[in-house]
């Protein structure tokens, strides 16, 4: 393989295993918060154990979130020497505030978070984990920013000449809010939520079969159920308004999430299919309008479609309509399930159906497999540009990195994730097998 495809092949795969983890760390942060309160505002001490099996839960993916994140920032350098120089002066403002507004205000109360059961007041530790929580989130509105900016450029011009050519920052906060940054940072929020929403509901329907922990895992069951229907529900909806910012901005992308050929003409949604791009057909069970309806409100309305570009400014289409609608279908797939389970804790059958517990256990892969297409649709979807229309992928690419040497750090890496991976899942399986330290303290000092 060329240094090109090797490169995106390292950046991919390096974004896609750390992006398990933050997902995580903010989902289950506001289920700590929920916990937390309770515990402050009832002193039952049930709720105490709650929250503390669910921060050692925390911890351990903060921590892997972290090391995982570092190398990605290393590739900038070694791989996309040319594409960093060009965005250097958009990426070092959204990211410095990153680490002033975000990391350091969650790195600063986990310690707090983790270690002060005993050593601060409930109320302080509430706080604490509060500010914990607001961390997470805030980290993911500087990253998202950033990576909103490759999508919808706003707020720059661009200077010096040839290679030398950088996009300069003339209005931040139109950087910031770009035309696509709210909506996706919220649809982000909510791929989160539902992240860490499922896994407290797998660990918790696990105890529930095995009949260990029961009242801790009916507590938490109800808790993250109530956050999963929420975070699903509102998922469509930001899933939605996304895909109309896309239709405005990025009109390549969206007609490849719907293998959509004709130059301008109305649009079918499709359920599922299979694109032939050679022939440049779409077959599959398609809805006749409904793309248009959904993006203009009208059935019979033109959509922009791919005959509309030039073959090389096209995405890789049927990649991106076979990832796209894959993670529409978990989306509605997570709705069913956490609406069946709302269903089943109102008419009381919910803990004894253990059928739908079963689900529960294996639904904790739903959320992270379609954050994982959703990225994969979006990136994937902008090709062949790494910023939309001003910089093409090929052209940010390092000039004197070689084959050979990608190739030799994308396999050290990939062993290297393999093993922190199997090191993750044998910490966390170990957590959760041993359940609730039996000797819990009491309480906090008043």
Known sequence: MDALTLARAQFGFTCAFHYIFPPLSIGISVILVVMEGLYYFTKQTLYLEMAKFWTRIFGLIFSIGVASGVVMEFQFGTNWSTYSRFVGDVFGSALAAEGVFAFFLESGFFALLLFGWDKISRGMHLFSTVMVCLGAHFSAIWIVVANSWQQTPAGYHLVGEGAATRAEITDFWQLVLNPSSLDRIFHVY?????????????????????????????SSLKIALGLAVIA????????????????????????????????????????????????????????????????????????????AFPPDKRPPVNFVFQTY??????????????????????????????????????????????????????????QPYIVYNLMKTSEGLSKIVKPEEIEISLVLFSFIYLLLFILFIYLLNDKIQKGLYMKEEEGHRA
């Open 232 to 307: 699903s529900l509102l998922q469509l909806v930001s899933g939605h308004d996304s895909g109309k910012v896309v239709a405005q901005t990025q009109p390549a992308k969206l007609a490849a999430f719907e293998g959509h050929f004709d130059a301008l003409a109305p649009a079918s949604a499709y359920l599922f299919g299979w694109v032939d791009e050679k022939n440049q057909q779409t077959h599959g069970v398609a809805i006749p309008g409904l793309l248009s309806y959904l993006v203009a409100g009208n059935a019979s309305a033109p959509v922009t479609g791919l005959n």
């Open 325 to 382: 609608h894959l993670m529409v279908a978990i989306g509605m797939l997570l709705i069913l399930i956490s609406l069946t389970g709302l269903f089943l804790l109102v008419s009381g059958k919910l803990f004894q159906a253990r059928w739908f517990l079963t689900v529960l256990i294996w639904s904790v892969l739903l959320p992270q497999a379609a954050n994982q297409l959703g990225w994969f649709s979006a990136e994937v979807g902008r």
């Open 190 to 218: 909510t791929g989160a939520w539902q992240a860490g929403a499922f896994a407290v509901l797998s660990v918790s329907a696990f105890y529930l079969l095995k009949k260990k922990n029961e009242a801790f895992a009916k």
